[in-house]
């Protein structure tokens, strides 16, 4: 099962990852919400050392580290 969140509008939002190249070569993982379940990206549970932030004001969703 995808890890999901609700954000405050009541909208549920299912977690995807995805490896991407950056410009000097180097990959990284990238953490994006969804609202539909995409099985091939999905995200079992949410990363060690990230947590969900929550914008306030129109309540998008992104994954950021713990400092």
Same mark, same amino acid.
Do not use: C, W
């Given at each position: 099962?995808?890890? $999901?969140? $609700?954000?405050?509008?009541? *909208?549920? /939002?299912y977690?995807?990852?995805?490896? *991407? %190249?950056?410009? !000097? !070569? &180097?990959?990284?993982t990238? /953490? /994006? #919400?969804? &609202?539909?379940? +995409? =099985?091939? $990206?999905? *995200?079992? &549970?949410? =990363?060690?050392?990230?947590?969900v ?6 309540? #998008?969703? %992104? *994954?950021? +580290?713990? &400092?």
């Amino acid at each position: 099962m995808a890890y $999901t969140q $609700t954000n405050p509008k009541g *909208v549920k /939002y299912y977690l995807n990852s995805k490896e *991407v %190249t950056l410009r !000097g !070569g &180097k990959k990284q993982t990238i /953490y /994006y #919400f969804s &609202k539909d379940l +995409r =099985p091939d $990206t999905a *995200v079992e &549970k949410l =990363p060690d050392g990230m947590e969900v932030h929550i914008n306030e004001r129109n309540g #998008f969703m %992104t *994954v950021k +580290r713990i &400092k």
